[in-house]
């Protein structure tokens, strides 16, 4: 058996030197064939030199690195791309997911699960706010989105080599891994862990990010946005001609007629900011569309390390292989 990492990094100097103290006793402890995938998702600090120093003391770690960041879901799109093993775990570098649940998770693939899955129970690095933020984050996921979705679980999981070449076939331009897997339906355990701080630097999912996956997340495995659109209409198109009726009852009934542009502004205003809202949201999915149907590449790698070539059977990515004996590059499209 070979066990594939893949740890996508970005901006993770302080916490790297961290990452190979922890990992590198537990892999060696494991009865397997194991090779380090990292990712370097544009790193402005010194994360790629440290693991290319690393790479070339041990040829076990192999190095992708992007030409720009990318994103989260692409880096861990490319590790999975480029990993070899039977079984791959993706893991983050800030020793949040430790490593020392790895041993356990392969039992459970050994005993023929598709998906290992570690899931939180306790956060007690994350502050109140960020831990109900997270809280309402599945909430909306398993409600929205797909129920199969389990709380609490992020892209810390083990995936067969099955179930890895499954999602390789997804190749969405806006991506959310965990409702992928979800998706797929795949046999799969739950391993309960307790999240520790971060070893070093600071997180990579802001509130702001946040949220910006969870509409990726929407968008991307659900049409209830464009739904709720017919439903906001109806709405205020019921309140519109409840409103009609009220001023032909005030006028015929009770001789009393409703005068002013107070109420002719608000009306108009209302339904101008029911229907902006309705076309904004139409526009983002048709933008979604758009960027889909232009089939750029999801990630562009420009340096590798320990890694000859790209895999032959991925589409839309670009693997640029530098050429060792002149000042050149060639492109290879994956």
Known sequence: MKLSLVIPVLNEAEAL???????FPVIDSLDCDCELLFVNDGSTDDSL?????????DPRIKVLSFSR?????????????????????????????????????????????????PQRIARPGDKWLKRQAITLFYLLMRKLVDKRIPPEV????????????AIRRFREQHRYMRGMIAWLGLREVMLPFERQARAGGETKYPFSKLLRLSWTAIC????????????????TSSFGVGYLCWAIYMDLVRN????????????????????????SLIGDYIARIYEEAK????????????????????????????RRAENTIHANRI
Not at 49 to 56: C, K, M, Q, S, T
Not at 74 to 100: C, E, K, N, W, Y
């Open 69 to 117: 960041n990318f994103g989260h879901q692409a880096a861990i799109t490319a590790g999975i791309d480029f990993s070899t093993g039977d079984a791959v775990v993706v893991m983050d570098a800030d020793l949040q997911d430790p490593p020392r649940l790895i041993p356990e998770m392969v039992r459970l693939y050994r005993e023929g699960y598709d998906v290992v899955s």
């Open 154 to 165: 992020g892209d810390f999981r083990l995936l067969s080599r099955n179930a890895a070449n």
């Open 220 to 235: 991307s495995f659900s049409a209830l946005p464009l739904r709720l659109t017919m439903w906001l209409g109806l709405a």
């Open 256 to 279: 009393r007629a409703i005068w002013g542009w107070t109420s002719v502004v608000s009306l108009q205003c209302l339904f101008f900011g029911v229907t902006l809202v309705c076309v």
């Open 49 to 57: 030199d440290i693991l290319a120093r690393a790479a070339e003391a």
């Open 17 to 23: 030197p961290l990452l190979f103290q922890a990992v």
């Open 295 to 322: 089939q750029r590449p999801l990630y562009v790698v420009n340096q590798a390390v320990n890694i000859d070539e790209a895999p032959q059977d991925t589409g839309r990515a670009i693997f640029l292989a530098p």
